[in-house]
């Protein structure tokens, strides 16, 4: 199955090299996908604060989410915490 | 030091209605589509906290002024230097080195004369935003810091008060907008502290839409307007130009919220 991963937030630019698609199997689940992202970032791995969310619903973060399974053109939107001022 | 220099409130024998010249002033903002007088009216009631001024909370603090927010109260501790102006539009070159809420307070004021404007000069503590929060309808939350913000949700959601949460990094902005007891608090969504960046980078005209956007939803949520973005994260990756909104789930045994 081919889901969407996008991610958004602090230091986006480490993350540019991400492909926008991730091929996966059948009966994979959210789980399976951040290990694929973490795969694919290599250098700097998912923040421990990352907010997990798939097709517009919250999960948790990346230490505290409700795993799931996945479905075909689902998007896996991975957003660090920003703060600014 | 709070600074509350101006009064051009009713006092409470006055009839709570809009003057003619307050009419006036809204007339672009009011009519269908957009506010009731009688929403208008309850924008006057209310008072809202905007802690920090900066790059979002200063455009946010200006649009409830000249919405007609009857009492902003703005809290920004330091003084103004340079780096602060590519975004921090309160400021400008005849602030640098001012300190920076009583300058930027009186500089909201020369945008309504009809509202009143109050200056904190330094960031909240615990008992200060606790306080702060049972005298206001709604908190903006908009300091650089996680440890401020989730002070100021703690403050809110044990006022009972809504809370809008404007964050930045980049090019990206976050949105936030926690309605206590009803939906996901700010610290539902971070159980632990995230990291703290002082050097953030930031581009001025994501920080002042994300604050515009916090202010458009204080003005809904102040006035009765619309449907508030309660319990909805909006993000927009300004960097390759893209809004979402996602629904944030609530913690049930969230140490802040589970309880109300
Ligand atoms: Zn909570």
Not at chain 2, 27 to 39: I, K
Request: charged content about 20%; aromatic content about 4%; overall charge negative.
């Amino acid at each position: 199955m081919r889901i969407r991963v996008t991610y958004l937030g602090r230091s986006y630019q480490q993350a540019a090299s991400l492909p926008e698609d991730f091929e996966l199997p059948s009966e994979a689940t959210v789980k399976d996908a951040l290990a694929a992202v973490n795969s694919a970032l290599d250098e700097h791995p998912l923040p421990e604060s990352c907010l997990v969310t798939i097709a517009g619903e919250h999960l948790g973060s990346i230490t505290s989410y409700t795993d799931r399974p996945l479905q075909e053109g689902d998007e896996l939107m991975l957003i660090a915490p920003v703060a600014g001022g | 030091m709070t600074d509350d220099r101006n009064s051009h409130h009713p006092t409470l024998a006055e009839p709570l209605q809009l003057t003619p010249e307050e009419l006036e002033r809204y007339d672009r903002q009011l009519g269908p589509g957009v506010l009731s007088e009688a929403g208008q009216l309850r924008l006057k009631q209310a008072t809202a906290l905007v802690t920090r001024v900066g790059g979002m909370g200063g455009p946010a603090a200006q649009m409830l002024a000249m919405a007609g927010v009857g009492t902003v109260i703005i809290a920004h501790g330091g003084e103004m230097i340079s780096p602060d102006l590519n975004r921090q539009v309160l400021g400008s070159e005849q602030v640098l080195g001012k300190p920076r809420a009583p300058e930027f307070a009186a500089y909201l004021r020369t945008m309504n004369r009809l509202i009143e404007v109050e200056a904190v000069d330094h960031e909240p503590d615990d008992e200060e935003a606790r306080r702060l929060a049972r005298r206001c309808d709604i908190v903006l939350s908009c300091p650089p810091t996680f440890t401020e913000r989730l002070r100021l949700n703690r403050a809110a959601v044990e006022a009972g008060i809504p809370l809008i949460d404007a964050a930045q990094w980049g090019m990206t902005g976050t949105l936030i907008v926690v309605k206590p007891g009803e939906t996901a608090c700010l610290q539902c969504v971070y159980p632990v502290e995230p990291p703290f960046e002082e050097l953030f980078p930031v581009v001025g005209a994501i920080s002042c839409a994300t604050g515009a956007l916090a202010a458009l939803e204080a003005v809904k949520i102040l006035s009765g307007t619309g449907d508030p973005l309660f319990g909805q994260l909006l993000t927009y990756d300004g960097f390759v130009g893209r809004p979402s909104v996602v629904k944030l789930r609530r913690n049930p045994s969230c140490p802040v919220c589970a309880h109300c």
